[in-house]
């Protein structure tokens, strides 16, 4: 089975690559290294292209004639996409049209989506469900929503069928060492913490102390990122199955870590110390973000290797 994996030289891509690699599908990476990295690409072909670039598309579909596409070319980080929601809708919801309607053109009509668990907004219960009700409070949140909505009405259309995964915290690294963070400048707490026990950063700022949580941090649901990809392949089963209809499923360890929390847990596991300061809200940051896991348990049988964030924060040491 041909797989286009579409932003496989990200963070969260580049990981999938190595997994369905060694799982015997052949891999073909398309991505435009806006926020990739080519050397990050181990496995498989790799070719240069922008998903809003319909032609450069649509020649790469006939050359290779792909089963199945995963999508992760997302830009996601929430406070940009408040500061520059043009580049968002632009890229996350017209990029991911113009893929769609390729896939229809070429007759491929499996798709696995990286959606987000902004597209919840904030929660009215913890934790959330799948059918948890859809307000989501930022822009990256509304574009992942937004193509959410676009494929129901695909499937109906045209007969596509989908899998949308609604990641909480992917996080963690390869556990070989072969493939690590490079985000440019980070974003992500987890590494921007161990840079600051490593010395590579002067402090961690913690952005809002008065959150309804239990010390004022915002909370997070963290999943280990080659588990999240290992649970991508089980997604590929489920739409080879044909007696399946499309879904969506919340993807996260169903346990919630403060920020507070994990860099207490970064302190006590490198034996360092390290400047903390505590700065005003960010924009369209929920207070908690835990999910419910319980469909994907069920309808994908799921597991973990690392369900502990402690395990978790090794692999980035």
């Known amino acids: 089975m041909k797989i286009f994996i579409v932003g496989g030289a990200g963070y969260i891509g580049s990981h999938m690559v190595k997994i369905a690699h060694r799982a015997n599908y ?29 032609e450069r ?21 929430v406070e940009e996409s408040v500061i520059d929601p043009y580049k968002y809708y632009r890229n996350n919801v017209v990029g991911t049209l113009n893929l769609l309607k390729t896939m229809i053109d070429n007759d491929c009509k499996k798709f696995i989506f990286s959606s987000s668990a ?27 929503l937004m193509v959410e909505e676009i494929l129901k009405d695909f499937e109906s259309a045209y007969d596509l069928k989908y899998v949308s995964f609604r990641y909480f915290n992917a996080a963690g690294h390869d556990p070989e060492g072969v493939l690590r963070e490079k985000h440019d400048p980070e974003t992500h707490l987890l590494p921007l913490i161990l840079q600051a026990a490593n010395g ?51 993807l996260g360890n169903g346990n919630g870590f403060s920020v507070k929390e994990i860099i207490q847990k970064v302190k006590d596991l490198t034996h360092k110390d390290f400047k903390v300061l505590e700065k005003g809200r960010r924009d369209g940051d929920p207070a908690v973000l835990i999910a419910s896991n319980e469909k994907a348990r069920i309808e994908l049988e799921i597991g973990y290797d690392f369900t502990d964030i402690e395990n978790i924060i090794k692999t980035l040491m």
């Open 26 to 54: 052949q891999v073909i990476t398309l991505d435009n290294l806006s926020t990739g990295h080519k050397d990050s690409v181990l496995f498989g072909k790799f070719e240069f292209c922008d998903i809003l670039d319909r």
């Open 200 to 250: 590579q950063r002067d402090s961690i700022n913690i952005y809002g102390n008065d959150y309804d949580t239990k010390d004022g941090t915002c909370v997070r649901d963290y999943i280990y990122v080659n588990d999240l990809a290992n649970i991508h392949l089980k997604g590929l089963e489920y739409l080879n199955n044909r007696n399946k209809s499309s879904a969506e499923f919340n």
């Open 57 to 77: 598309l649509d020649k790469l579909f006939k050359l290779y004639n792909p089963d199945i596409v995963m999508h992760f070319s997302a830009y996601s980080i």
């Open 118 to 144: 902004a597209i919840f907004g904030n929660p009215n219960y913890i934790p959330i469900d799948e059918e948890h009700p859809k307000r989501p409070i930022n822009p990256y949140g509304k574009s992942k």
